[in-house]
Protein backbone atom coordinates (compact mmCIF):
# COMPACT_ATOMS: atom_id res chain seq x y z
CA UNK A 1 0.00 0.00 0.00
CA UNK A 2 1.37 3.50 -0.52
CA UNK A 3 0.56 4.56 3.20
CA UNK A 4 3.00 2.11 4.33
CA UNK A 5 5.54 2.47 1.29
CA UNK A 6 6.62 6.33 1.47
CA UNK A 7 6.78 7.54 5.25
CA UNK A 8 4.44 10.50 5.35
CA UNK A 9 3.63 13.35 6.62
CA UNK A 10 0.06 14.13 8.17
CA UNK A 11 -0.90 16.40 5.13
CA UNK A 12 0.20 14.15 2.52
CA UNK A 13 -1.74 11.54 3.91
CA UNK A 14 -4.41 13.36 4.11
CA UNK A 15 -3.94 14.42 0.48
CA UNK A 16 -3.49 10.81 -0.94
CA UNK A 17 -6.66 9.50 1.22
CA UNK A 18 -8.56 12.95 -0.60
CA UNK A 19 -7.45 12.04 -3.92
CA UNK A 20 -9.40 8.51 -3.92
CA UNK A 21 -12.49 9.68 -2.27
CA UNK A 22 -14.15 9.88 -6.15
CA UNK A 23 -12.99 5.78 -6.53
CA UNK A 24 -14.67 2.95 -5.15
CA UNK A 25 -16.78 3.59 -1.91
CA UNK A 26 -15.10 0.17 -0.18
CA UNK A 27 -11.64 1.24 -1.00
CA UNK A 28 -12.64 4.94 0.17
CA UNK A 29 -13.85 2.85 3.44
CA UNK A 30 -10.26 0.71 3.61
CA UNK A 31 -8.20 3.72 2.92
CA UNK A 32 -10.23 6.05 5.68
CA UNK A 33 -9.89 3.08 8.02
CA UNK A 34 -6.16 2.73 6.98
CA UNK A 35 -5.69 6.38 8.11
CA UNK A 36 -7.51 6.50 11.26
CA UNK A 37 -4.86 3.55 12.32
CA UNK A 38 -1.91 5.57 11.34
CA UNK A 39 -3.42 8.21 13.42
CA UNK A 40 -3.86 5.90 16.17
CA UNK A 41 -0.52 4.75 15.48
CA UNK A 42 0.87 8.29 15.13
CA UNK A 43 -0.73 9.45 17.99
CA UNK A 44 0.76 6.95 20.45
CA UNK A 45 3.84 6.58 19.14
CA UNK A 46 4.55 10.54 19.34
CA UNK A 47 2.84 12.10 22.58
CA UNK A 48 1.52 15.91 21.09
CA UNK A 49 3.64 18.40 22.56
CA UNK A 50 1.87 20.91 25.33
CA UNK A 51 0.75 23.49 23.27
CA UNK A 52 3.53 26.71 23.58
CA UNK A 53 1.35 29.24 25.51
CA UNK A 54 4.27 31.85 26.03
CA UNK A 55 2.93 33.82 28.78
CA UNK A 56 3.44 30.38 31.19
CA UNK A 57 6.33 29.25 30.14
CA UNK A 58 8.08 32.77 30.76
CA UNK A 59 6.18 32.08 34.40
CA UNK A 60 8.15 29.15 34.48
CA UNK A 61 11.20 30.11 33.29
CA UNK A 62 11.25 33.09 35.01
CA UNK A 63 9.17 32.79 38.03
CA UNK A 64 10.38 35.60 40.27
CA UNK A 65 9.92 38.04 37.03
CA UNK A 66 12.42 39.58 34.84
CA UNK A 67 15.70 41.73 35.98
CA UNK A 68 17.10 44.57 34.46
CA UNK A 69 20.83 45.25 34.55
CA UNK A 70 21.22 49.14 34.18
CA UNK A 71 23.60 50.70 31.32
CA UNK A 72 25.78 52.93 34.16
CA UNK A 73 28.49 55.22 32.97
CA UNK A 74 31.32 53.25 32.56
CA UNK A 75 33.46 55.68 35.40
CA UNK A 76 31.12 53.22 37.98
CA UNK A 77 32.09 49.99 36.52
CA UNK A 78 34.84 49.32 33.35
CA UNK A 79 36.90 52.30 33.98
CA UNK A 80 37.23 51.49 37.87
CA UNK A 81 38.91 47.86 36.42
CA UNK A 82 42.67 47.37 37.51
CA UNK A 83 45.22 46.97 34.74
CA UNK A 84 47.23 44.27 36.47
CA UNK A 85 46.67 40.66 35.46
CA UNK A 86 47.98 38.40 37.57
CA UNK A 87 47.51 37.83 41.26
CA UNK A 88 49.97 39.99 42.96
CA UNK A 89 50.00 39.81 46.81
CA UNK A 90 50.64 43.24 47.01
CA UNK A 91 48.07 44.34 45.16
CA UNK A 92 44.70 42.74 46.39
CA UNK A 93 42.86 43.94 43.15
CA UNK A 94 45.32 42.17 40.89
CA UNK A 95 43.65 39.47 38.47
CA UNK A 96 40.02 40.47 39.75
CA UNK A 97 38.70 41.47 36.76
CA UNK A 98 41.07 38.72 34.68
CA UNK A 99 38.65 36.05 32.43
CA UNK A 100 35.32 37.91 33.22
CA UNK A 101 36.39 37.27 36.93
CA UNK A 102 37.60 33.65 37.04
CA UNK A 103 40.93 34.80 36.54
CA UNK A 104 44.22 32.82 34.81
CA UNK A 105 44.20 29.22 34.40
CA UNK A 106 45.70 27.38 37.71
CA UNK A 107 48.31 25.82 35.86
CA UNK A 108 50.40 24.99 39.11
CA UNK A 109 47.33 22.43 39.93
CA UNK A 110 48.58 20.29 37.20
CA UNK A 111 49.73 16.87 39.01
CA UNK A 112 47.75 16.94 42.08
CA UNK A 113 44.25 17.26 40.54
CA UNK A 114 42.44 15.24 37.70
CA UNK A 115 43.97 16.15 34.35
CA UNK A 116 40.12 16.49 33.07
CA UNK A 117 39.65 19.49 35.55
CA UNK A 118 42.52 21.86 35.00
CA UNK A 119 40.45 23.56 32.55
CA UNK A 120 37.82 24.33 35.42
CA UNK A 121 40.54 25.64 37.99
CA UNK A 122 41.96 29.48 37.90
CA UNK A 123 43.90 31.66 40.17
CA UNK A 124 40.33 33.39 40.80
CA UNK A 125 40.92 37.03 43.19
CA UNK A 126 38.69 36.36 46.21
CA UNK A 127 36.56 40.02 45.33
CA UNK A 128 36.11 39.41 42.14
CA UNK A 129 31.96 38.81 42.62
CA UNK A 130 31.02 42.13 41.77
CA UNK A 131 33.01 41.43 38.36
CA UNK A 132 31.49 37.28 38.03
CA UNK A 133 28.08 39.05 39.26
CA UNK A 134 28.01 41.52 36.14
CA UNK A 135 29.34 38.93 33.45
CA UNK A 136 26.40 36.63 34.29
CA UNK A 137 23.77 39.14 34.53
CA UNK A 138 24.89 40.27 31.25
CA UNK A 139 23.50 36.69 29.93
CA UNK A 140 20.78 35.69 32.43
CA UNK A 141 17.88 34.49 30.91
CA UNK A 142 15.71 36.41 32.94
CA UNK A 143 17.47 39.42 31.90
CA UNK A 144 14.91 41.96 30.05
CA UNK A 145 16.13 44.72 28.05
CA UNK A 146 12.49 46.81 28.97
CA UNK A 147 12.70 48.49 32.44
CA UNK A 148 8.60 48.24 32.03
CA UNK A 149 8.62 44.42 32.39
CA UNK A 150 11.25 44.24 35.35
CA UNK A 151 10.44 43.01 38.86
CA UNK A 152 13.77 44.02 40.13
CA UNK A 153 16.92 46.08 38.62
CA UNK A 154 20.55 45.46 39.13
CA UNK A 155 23.02 48.75 39.59
CA UNK A 156 26.20 47.18 37.97
CA UNK A 157 28.57 49.11 40.31
CA UNK A 158 31.58 47.93 41.22
CA UNK A 159 32.04 49.76 44.74
CA UNK A 160 34.55 47.58 46.42
CA UNK A 161 37.08 48.23 43.49
CA UNK A 162 36.22 52.21 44.33
CA UNK A 163 36.72 51.87 47.67
CA UNK A 164 39.17 49.46 47.09
CA UNK A 165 41.67 51.76 45.78
CA UNK A 166 41.49 54.17 48.87
CA UNK A 167 41.62 51.48 52.03
CA UNK A 168 45.46 51.55 52.52
CA UNK A 169 46.38 54.66 52.01
CA UNK A 170 46.23 58.12 53.46
CA UNK A 171 43.39 59.42 51.92
CA UNK A 172 40.46 62.27 52.51
CA UNK A 173 36.80 60.88 53.34
CA UNK A 174 35.92 62.84 49.67
CA UNK A 175 37.53 60.74 47.95
CA UNK A 176 36.69 57.18 49.31
CA UNK A 177 32.75 58.17 48.89
CA UNK A 178 33.43 60.45 45.49
CA UNK A 179 32.17 56.98 43.68
CA UNK A 180 29.52 56.49 45.79
CA UNK A 181 28.08 59.92 46.10
CA UNK A 182 28.09 60.42 42.28
CA UNK A 183 26.53 57.12 42.13
CA UNK A 184 23.30 58.19 44.15
CA UNK A 185 23.50 61.40 42.14
CA UNK A 186 22.63 58.98 39.09
CA UNK A 187 20.38 56.99 39.96
CA UNK A 188 18.31 59.30 41.14
CA UNK A 189 17.92 60.70 37.32
CA UNK A 190 16.30 57.18 36.35
CA UNK A 191 12.60 56.81 36.56
CA UNK A 192 12.24 53.50 38.00
CA UNK A 193 14.80 54.20 40.88
CA UNK A 194 12.17 57.18 41.37
CA UNK A 195 9.10 54.85 41.15
CA UNK A 196 10.35 52.50 43.97
CA UNK A 197 13.15 54.57 45.94
CA UNK A 198 14.80 51.60 45.07
CA UNK A 199 12.78 48.80 47.46
CA UNK A 200 13.57 46.36 44.23
CA UNK A 201 16.90 47.55 43.32
CA UNK A 202 19.97 45.41 44.32
CA UNK A 203 23.94 45.73 44.00
CA UNK A 204 26.67 43.10 44.25
CA UNK A 205 30.06 44.51 45.83
CA UNK A 206 32.84 41.88 45.66
CA UNK A 207 34.54 42.92 49.36
CA UNK A 208 32.92 42.98 53.24
CA UNK A 209 29.98 45.31 54.22
CA UNK A 210 32.41 47.17 56.78
CA UNK A 211 34.25 48.75 53.84
CA UNK A 212 31.01 50.68 53.17
CA UNK A 213 29.71 51.57 57.01
CA UNK A 214 32.65 54.49 57.91
CA UNK A 215 30.07 56.30 60.00
CA UNK A 216 29.10 53.63 61.97
CA UNK A 217 32.53 52.26 62.31
CA UNK A 218 33.22 52.19 66.18
CA UNK A 219 36.45 54.58 65.00
CA UNK A 220 35.25 55.97 62.26
CA UNK A 221 37.89 55.93 59.74
CA UNK A 222 37.56 52.83 57.21
CA UNK A 223 36.06 52.58 54.58
CA UNK A 224 33.28 54.84 52.53
CA UNK A 225 29.68 55.85 54.25
CA UNK A 226 27.97 54.31 51.21
CA UNK A 227 25.46 52.15 53.30
CA UNK A 228 24.80 54.88 55.41
CA UNK A 229 23.73 57.67 52.65
CA UNK A 230 19.77 57.94 52.69
CA UNK A 231 18.89 56.88 49.81
CA UNK A 232 20.88 53.19 50.17
CA UNK A 233 18.34 52.36 52.63
CA UNK A 234 16.15 50.03 50.77
CA UNK A 235 19.25 48.76 48.41
CA UNK A 236 19.75 44.74 48.40
CA UNK A 237 23.46 44.06 48.76
CA UNK A 238 25.03 40.91 47.91
CA UNK A 239 28.67 40.56 49.86
CA UNK A 240 30.84 37.78 50.99
CA UNK A 241 30.37 38.80 54.07
CA UNK A 242 26.99 40.48 55.32
CA UNK A 243 26.38 42.46 58.74
CA UNK A 244 24.27 40.01 60.75
CA UNK A 245 22.01 42.35 61.73
CA UNK A 246 21.05 44.14 58.76
CA UNK A 247 18.75 42.13 56.36
CA UNK A 248 19.60 44.16 53.40
CA UNK A 249 22.92 42.36 53.33
CA UNK A 250 23.04 39.04 51.62
CA UNK A 251 25.84 36.79 52.17
CA UNK A 252 27.10 35.45 49.19
CA UNK A 253 29.84 32.50 49.07
CA UNK A 254 33.52 33.72 48.36
CA UNK A 255 34.75 32.74 45.04
CA UNK A 256 37.14 29.88 44.55
CA UNK A 257 39.34 28.65 42.03
CA UNK A 258 36.78 26.07 40.96
CA UNK A 259 34.72 27.49 38.15
CA UNK A 260 32.96 23.95 36.80
CA UNK A 261 31.81 23.81 33.26
CA UNK A 262 28.69 20.81 33.65
CA UNK A 263 27.54 18.83 36.04
CA UNK A 264 30.21 16.32 35.12
CA UNK A 265 33.22 18.22 35.76
CA UNK A 266 30.78 18.56 39.59
CA UNK A 267 30.92 14.40 39.43
CA UNK A 268 34.38 13.85 38.62
CA UNK A 269 35.21 16.82 41.15
CA UNK A 270 33.32 14.81 44.39
CA UNK A 271 34.16 11.50 43.46
CA UNK A 272 38.04 12.75 43.62
CA UNK A 273 37.94 14.43 47.03
CA UNK A 274 35.84 11.68 48.28
CA UNK A 275 38.56 9.31 47.44
CA UNK A 276 41.79 11.38 48.51
CA UNK A 277 44.12 9.80 50.90
CA UNK A 278 43.39 12.10 53.70
CA UNK A 279 46.86 11.54 56.07
CA UNK A 280 46.15 14.28 57.94
CA UNK A 281 43.58 15.21 60.79
CA UNK A 282 43.85 19.00 60.63
CA UNK A 283 44.70 21.84 58.21
CA UNK A 284 45.65 25.39 58.86
CA UNK A 285 46.09 28.13 55.91
CA UNK A 286 47.11 31.12 57.52
CA UNK A 287 49.43 33.98 59.14
CA UNK A 288 50.00 34.87 62.58
CA UNK A 289 49.36 39.02 63.06
CA UNK A 290 52.27 39.88 65.82
CA UNK A 291 50.85 43.38 66.37
CA UNK A 292 47.51 41.39 68.15
CA UNK A 293 48.76 40.47 71.73
CA UNK A 294 45.82 37.29 71.98
CA UNK A 295 46.05 36.68 68.18
CA UNK A 296 43.83 33.29 67.93
CA UNK A 297 45.60 32.64 64.31
CA UNK A 298 49.28 32.87 66.12
CA UNK A 299 48.10 30.24 68.65
CA UNK A 300 47.01 28.18 65.71
CA UNK A 301 50.17 28.19 63.80
CA UNK A 302 52.18 27.86 66.88
CA UNK A 303 49.83 24.83 67.41
CA UNK A 304 49.51 23.11 64.39
CA UNK A 305 53.32 23.22 63.93
CA UNK A 306 53.67 21.42 66.94
CA UNK A 307 51.71 18.73 65.75
CA UNK A 308 52.85 18.64 62.39
CA UNK A 309 55.89 16.80 63.50
CA UNK A 310 53.87 13.88 63.84
CA UNK A 311 51.63 14.40 61.16
CA UNK A 312 48.58 15.33 62.80
CA UNK A 313 48.54 18.81 61.45
CA UNK A 314 49.46 20.02 57.96
CA UNK A 315 50.57 23.97 58.08
CA UNK A 316 50.43 26.72 55.36
CA UNK A 317 52.34 29.36 56.79
CA UNK A 318 50.88 32.58 54.84
CA UNK A 319 53.83 34.51 56.73
CA UNK A 320 56.73 32.30 54.74
CA UNK A 321 54.45 31.22 51.55
CA UNK A 322 52.78 33.57 49.29
CA UNK A 323 49.15 32.18 49.82
CA UNK A 324 47.76 34.95 47.62
CA UNK A 325 50.05 33.54 44.89
CA UNK A 326 49.29 30.19 43.51
CA UNK A 327 47.87 27.37 45.41
CA UNK A 328 49.52 24.10 45.27
CA UNK A 329 50.66 24.14 49.01
CA UNK A 330 46.74 25.09 49.56
CA UNK A 331 45.05 22.64 47.39
CA UNK A 332 47.76 19.71 48.74
CA UNK A 333 46.93 20.67 52.31
CA UNK A 334 43.34 20.79 52.28
CA UNK A 335 43.03 17.62 50.05
CA UNK A 336 45.20 15.78 52.10
CA UNK A 337 43.16 16.77 55.83
CA UNK A 338 40.21 15.72 57.29
CA UNK A 339 39.65 18.74 59.03
CA UNK A 340 40.69 22.59 58.45
CA UNK A 341 40.77 25.87 60.77
CA UNK A 342 38.81 29.02 59.84
CA UNK A 343 39.52 31.31 62.75
CA UNK A 344 38.69 34.59 61.99
CA UNK A 345 41.13 36.75 59.71
CA UNK A 346 40.83 40.43 59.63
CA UNK A 347 36.78 40.39 59.43
CA UNK A 348 34.73 37.19 60.70
CA UNK A 349 34.60 35.88 57.14
CA UNK A 350 37.45 33.74 55.21
CA UNK A 351 37.70 32.92 51.86
CA UNK A 352 39.26 29.41 53.39
CA UNK A 353 36.11 28.44 54.27
CA UNK A 354 35.17 27.71 51.08
CA UNK A 355 38.30 26.85 49.73
CA UNK A 356 38.38 24.44 52.43
CA UNK A 357 34.80 22.86 51.46
CA UNK A 358 35.25 22.59 48.04
CA UNK A 359 38.46 20.63 48.61
CA UNK A 360 36.11 18.14 51.01
CA UNK A 361 37.58 19.02 53.75
CA UNK A 362 35.21 19.76 57.53
CA UNK A 363 35.39 22.81 58.71
CA UNK A 364 36.44 23.84 62.25
CA UNK A 365 34.63 27.22 62.98
CA UNK A 366 35.72 29.52 65.91
CA UNK A 367 33.38 32.22 65.20
CA UNK A 368 29.83 31.60 64.52
CA UNK A 369 29.83 35.02 62.32
CA UNK A 370 32.66 33.42 59.88
CA UNK A 371 29.88 31.30 58.37
CA UNK A 372 26.42 30.18 60.34
CA UNK A 373 25.02 33.65 60.48
CA UNK A 374 25.90 34.47 57.16
CA UNK A 375 25.39 32.17 54.07
CA UNK A 376 21.57 30.73 54.99
CA UNK A 377 21.00 30.51 51.51
CA UNK A 378 23.84 27.52 50.87
CA UNK A 379 24.42 25.55 54.54
CA UNK A 380 22.29 23.00 56.24
CA UNK A 381 20.27 24.21 58.98
CA UNK A 382 22.02 21.78 61.35
CA UNK A 383 25.52 23.27 61.33
CA UNK A 384 26.80 20.07 63.49
CA UNK A 385 26.03 18.05 60.09
CA UNK A 386 29.11 19.66 57.85
CA UNK A 387 30.87 21.49 60.57
CA UNK A 388 33.06 21.57 64.10
CA UNK A 389 31.83 24.43 66.43
CA UNK A 390 34.95 25.49 69.20
CA UNK A 391 34.62 28.03 71.11
CA UNK A 392 37.17 30.77 70.57
CA UNK A 393 37.08 31.61 73.96
CA UNK A 394 37.03 27.51 75.39
CA UNK A 395 40.58 27.42 72.66
CA UNK A 396 42.55 30.74 73.73
CA UNK A 397 42.21 30.12 77.94
CA UNK A 398 43.55 26.77 77.12
CA UNK A 399 40.10 24.35 78.04
CA UNK A 400 39.88 22.85 74.60
CA UNK A 401 42.27 20.83 72.66
CA UNK A 402 41.90 21.15 69.18
CA UNK A 403 43.41 17.91 68.36
CA UNK A 404 41.25 15.94 71.10
CA UNK A 405 38.50 17.70 69.99
CA UNK A 406 38.61 16.42 66.49
CA UNK A 407 39.97 12.94 67.87
CA UNK A 408 36.55 12.43 69.51
CA UNK A 409 35.02 12.27 65.75
CA UNK A 410 34.79 8.44 64.43
CA UNK A 411 35.51 7.52 61.10
CA UNK A 412 31.76 6.90 60.79
CA UNK A 413 31.35 10.38 61.85
CA UNK A 414 33.72 11.80 59.57
CA UNK A 415 32.66 10.41 56.84
CA UNK A 416 29.21 11.10 57.15
CA UNK A 417 29.94 14.77 57.56
CA UNK A 418 32.26 14.58 54.53
CA UNK A 419 29.23 13.48 52.94
CA UNK A 420 27.49 16.65 53.83
CA UNK A 421 30.01 18.72 53.18
CA UNK A 422 29.98 17.47 49.44
CA UNK A 423 26.42 18.06 49.28
CA UNK A 424 27.29 21.88 49.56
CA UNK A 425 30.05 22.07 46.72
CA UNK A 426 28.08 22.56 43.57
CA UNK A 427 25.94 25.03 45.62
CA UNK A 428 29.05 27.05 46.40
CA UNK A 429 31.11 27.36 43.49
CA UNK A 430 30.87 30.35 40.18
CA UNK A 431 29.98 27.40 37.80
CA UNK A 432 30.90 28.37 33.90
CA UNK A 433 28.03 26.81 32.50
CA UNK A 434 24.44 27.18 33.29
CA UNK A 435 24.12 25.71 36.54
CA UNK A 436 22.35 25.58 39.61
CA UNK A 437 25.49 27.27 41.49
CA UNK A 438 25.87 29.93 44.06
CA UNK A 439 25.40 32.71 41.71
CA UNK A 440 21.57 31.11 40.67
CA UNK A 441 20.67 30.75 44.29
CA UNK A 442 21.86 34.33 45.13
CA UNK A 443 20.04 35.78 42.26
CA UNK A 444 16.45 33.53 42.32
CA UNK A 445 16.88 34.54 46.54
CA UNK A 446 17.06 38.20 46.01
CA UNK A 447 14.46 37.96 43.52
CA UNK A 448 11.87 36.08 45.34
CA UNK A 449 12.45 38.27 48.47
CA UNK A 450 11.80 41.29 46.36
CA UNK A 451 8.54 39.09 45.58
CA UNK A 452 7.75 38.69 49.18
CA UNK A 453 8.18 42.21 50.26
CA UNK A 454 5.90 43.35 47.52
CA UNK A 455 2.97 41.26 48.76
CA UNK A 456 3.72 42.25 52.17
CA UNK A 457 4.01 45.58 51.41
CA UNK A 458 0.23 45.18 49.98
CA UNK A 459 -1.08 43.42 52.73
CA UNK A 460 -0.27 46.48 54.75
CA UNK A 461 -1.31 48.63 52.66
CA UNK A 462 -5.17 46.69 52.53
CA UNK A 463 -4.73 46.30 56.32
CA UNK A 464 -4.17 50.15 56.63
CA UNK A 465 -7.53 50.80 54.13
CA UNK A 466 -9.64 48.53 56.54
CA UNK A 467 -8.58 50.35 59.83
CA UNK A 468 -9.20 53.79 58.24
C1 LIG B 1 36.01 61.69 57.95
O1 LIG B 1 34.77 61.09 58.29
C2 LIG B 1 34.64 60.68 59.64
C3 LIG B 1 33.29 60.09 59.83
O2 LIG B 1 33.12 59.02 59.02
C4 LIG B 1 34.85 61.87 60.58
O3 LIG B 1 34.81 61.41 61.92
C5 LIG B 1 36.17 62.54 60.28
O4 LIG B 1 36.31 63.70 61.06
C6 LIG B 1 36.27 62.91 58.81
N1 LIG B 1 37.58 63.45 58.54
C7 LIG B 1 37.75 64.62 57.99
C8 LIG B 1 39.17 65.04 57.77
O5 LIG B 1 36.83 65.33 57.66
C1 LIG C 1 47.50 6.76 52.37
O1 LIG C 1 48.75 7.36 52.66
C2 LIG C 1 49.48 6.70 53.67
C3 LIG C 1 50.69 7.55 54.02
O2 LIG C 1 51.35 8.01 52.87
C4 LIG C 1 49.85 5.31 53.19
O3 LIG C 1 50.55 4.62 54.20
C5 LIG C 1 48.56 4.56 52.87
O4 LIG C 1 48.86 3.31 52.32
C6 LIG C 1 47.70 5.35 51.89
N1 LIG C 1 46.42 4.70 51.74
C7 LIG C 1 45.87 4.46 50.57
C8 LIG C 1 44.55 3.78 50.58
O5 LIG C 1 46.41 4.77 49.52
C1 LIG D 1 52.66 35.26 41.20
O1 LIG D 1 52.50 34.30 40.16
C2 LIG D 1 52.72 34.80 38.88
C3 LIG D 1 52.54 33.69 37.89
O2 LIG D 1 51.47 32.92 38.21
C4 LIG D 1 54.10 35.41 38.73
O3 LIG D 1 54.21 36.01 37.47
C5 LIG D 1 54.31 36.46 39.80
O4 LIG D 1 55.64 36.91 39.76
C6 LIG D 1 54.04 35.87 41.17
N1 LIG D 1 54.19 36.91 42.16
C7 LIG D 1 54.99 36.78 43.21
C8 LIG D 1 55.08 37.97 44.09
O5 LIG D 1 55.58 35.75 43.45
C1 LIG E 1 27.37 29.15 67.82
O1 LIG E 1 27.10 27.99 67.05
C2 LIG E 1 27.14 26.79 67.81
C3 LIG E 1 26.99 25.65 66.83
O2 LIG E 1 25.81 25.74 66.13
C4 LIG E 1 26.06 26.82 68.87
O3 LIG E 1 26.13 25.65 69.63
C5 LIG E 1 26.27 28.04 69.75
O4 LIG E 1 25.22 28.15 70.65
C6 LIG E 1 26.35 29.30 68.93
N1 LIG E 1 26.70 30.41 69.79
C7 LIG E 1 26.04 31.55 69.79
C8 LIG E 1 26.55 32.61 70.72
O5 LIG E 1 25.09 31.75 69.07
Known amino acids: MFIFNKPKTPTSIFTSFHSHLTSHPLITLFIFTIFLIQILILCSHSPSPAPELSSSSAVEKCPNGYIYVYNVPSMFNYDLLPTCKDLDPWHWQCGVATNAGYGTPASELSGIIPESLMPAWHRTNQFSSEIIFHNKLLKHNCRTMEPQSAASFYIPFYGGLAVGKYLFSDSTNESRDFHALELIKWVQSQPYWLKSNGLDHFIVLGRITWDFRRLTDPEQKWGSTFFNMPEMQNVKRLMI ?33 RTYNRTSLFTFVGAARDDIGDDIRGLLLRMCRDDSVSGTCKLVDCGVTLCANGSLEIMSSLLGSEFCLQPRGDSFTRRSVFDCMVAGSIPVLFWNRTMYDQYEWYLPKEPESYSVFIDHDDVSKGKKSIKSVLESYSREKVREMRE ?35 YQRLEEAELNMARN
Open 241 to 273: ERAPSDYRDIGIPYPTGFHPRSDTDIQTWVKFV
Open 420 to 454: RVIEIIPKIVYSEGEMNDAFEIAIDGVLRRFKEEK
